[in-house]
């Protein structure tokens, strides 16, 4: 991924009905890392009481034994957090966890709600108090303030209000639900552990606990799973699909299982369409590691030219590096990212990352690998583009740093001081990603926003409500 790239977002995690859910959780949150650096939380629950630990940091750094051993009960969510909506302070770390007049309730949410500014200012006119600044509480505010009679009716009340992307789980003391929005922006899977029930962003989460993929929670559908079993209801106005296409390309796990498709197999091949539009006569085929790795094999496997590991990544960049001054910046990326001199000398190379963003990272990229002995440098990207900023979850520039934005391809290719530059169409995106499971979002690409990313005023959405608690 370009080092100056979109950032990844949030991940959650839920299991119901198994002892140590709060230690399961940990696990399932260390898996979905990739998804949120920023601060992780766990809340948990015994049947009568919830408890919540959380802090700012990686999970294996907020969490100590003593913490997790708090952690009481059968019934645990979790959240990993890179901060999308709010800023960065404990408060805004998940889940959430507060006391209302019906009792306890923990959340936990992956997306952003496009119209919460418009929801929070109506709220804090009718007087509700915010404790943080994060989209999440929104939820809580319109939960708590539902005039619906039940829990499950005061939830669907609150959700129908969103416009955006949420992935949430919430939990009561003794209930766990899962639900996804209309559009399904976000991924969010079901699976079992033995007994136990376990909802998580990707399939990964679940391999690590030895648990077993059952399959996606849907577009819309809201899955509530108590003592008497599990229910699923779809109380929504139906909409389109709309998947985020850059799971595939550069958030999830290659090892995941996400929106019904091997992240690792649409990665390997998006290359190899990569290099049916965009050949070139090259020695090596190299990957900016470590999310365009299966691209550059796609790419290796159709074009025939072999594949090197002509740049490594370092794992050991901590988060609190701080990028030098101007003079000597370049040293930013040469921490991250060291190539390999017996590759890379004397070679045409071809490399191969998921996106380019603002371009910088890409330019010192073409440049390391000049300096490192390659006589050529082909960049080939596997997705269009990225021309227009997301709205649903993901941290990326204004449109107007996106270098797309600003230039085109034959004017960027100047700028980053490549051979030749060749990005995947729109159409092999499409291509590649198919219909057979609904359409995706690709409006970074396309501009084509599937909810209105700037509402003016807030809708009166009209939901379906149910009668059970
Ligand atoms: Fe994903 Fe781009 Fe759509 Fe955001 S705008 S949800 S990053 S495809």
Same mark, same amino acid.
């Not at 080939?380 to 997301?390: A, E, F, G, V």
């Given at each position: 991924?370009?080092?100056?790239g ?6 959650? =995690? ?34 009568? %009481? ?12 907020? =969490? ?26 404990t ?31 109506d ?12 989209d ?48 399904g922006?976000?991924?969010?899977v ?37 003592d ?13 699909? &709309?998947?985020? +296409? ?9 090892d ?10 649409? &990665? ?36 025939? +030219? ?6 490594? &990544? ?8 701080i ?7 370049? =040293? ?35 440049r390391m ?35 797309a934005?600003?230039m ?28 057979d ?26 939901? %379906? ?5």
């Open positions: 991924m370009s080092l100056d979109f950032r990844d977002e949030c991940g959650v =995690f839920g299991v119901f009905g198994a002892q140590e859910a709060a230690k399961l959780t940990y696990l399932g949150l260390h898996a979905l890392q990739h998804r949120g650096q920023e601060g992780a939380g766990i809340a948990a629950a015994d049947g009568s %009481n919830i408890v919540r630990y959380r802090g700012l940091g990686l999970v294996g750094e907020v =969490f100590s034994d003593d913490e997790l051993g708090r952690l009481h009960g059968t019934t645990a969510i979790g959240h990993v957090r890179y901060s999308t909506s709010g800023g960065s302070s408060v805004n770390v998940q889940p959430f966890l507060v006391q209302y007049r019906a009792g306890q309730v923990a959340i936990a949410h992956n997306g952003n709600i496009v119209n919460a500014a418009l929801l929070r200012e709220l804090e006119e009718h007087g509700s108090i915010f404790a943080t600044t994060s999440t509480e929104v939820i809580l505010h319109l939960l708590a303030g539902s005039r619906q009679k039940t829990f499950i009716n005061r939830l669907v009340d609150a959700l129908g209000r969103l416009q955006g992307a949420y992935s949430v789980v919430v939990m009561t003391p003794g209930r766990l639900v899962a639900v996804r929005d209309p559009h922006f976000r991924p969010l079901l699976g079992r552990r033995g007994d136990a029930w376990v909802v998580a962003s990707e399939t990964c989460a679940l391999d690590l606990i030895d648990g077993e993929f059952i399959r996606e929670v849907n577009h819309g559908e809201m899955v509530i799973i108590d008497e079993g599990i229910q699923s209801l779809y109380p929504f106005p139906r909409e389109d699909r &709309r998947a985020c +296409i850059f799971e595939h390309i550069y958030f999830s796990r290659p995941s299982l996400v929106f019904g498709r091997s992240v690792y197999t649409q &990665r390997v091949e998006l290359g190899r369409t990569l290099a049916a539009e965009h050949p070139v006569d090259a020695d090596v085929v190299i990957a900016v590691p470590d999310s365009g790795v299966s691209g550059a094999l796609g790419y290796a496997q159709r074009s025939g +030219i072999p594949y090197g590991r002509g740049l490594l &990544r370092s794992h050991y960049v901590g988060r609190t590096f990028e030098p001054d101007q003079q000597i910046r370049d =040293f930013g990326v040469r921490l991250k990212l060291s190539p390999v001199r017996s590759v890379l000398s004397g070679k045409r190379v071809i490399v191969v990352d998921d996106s380019i963003v603002r371009g910088t990272t890409s330019r010192k990229i073409v690998l000049r300096r490192a002995g390659a006589t050529q440098v082909h960049l080939r990207i596997t997705c269009p583009p990225t021309r227009s900023s997301c709205f649903y979850g993901v941290d990326t520039p204004t449109s107007d740093e996106l270098i934005s600003k085109d391809i034959a004017g960027i290719c100047e700028h980053l001081g490549a051979d030749s530059l060749g990005y995947l169409s729109l159409e092999g995106l499409r291509t590649v990603q198919g219909t499971r609904g359409r995706f979002c690709e409006a970074c690409f396309s501009s084509d926003y599937p909810v209105d990313p700037h509402p003016k005023g807030l809708k009166d959405i009209q939901v %379906n409500l149910f009668s059970q608690d």
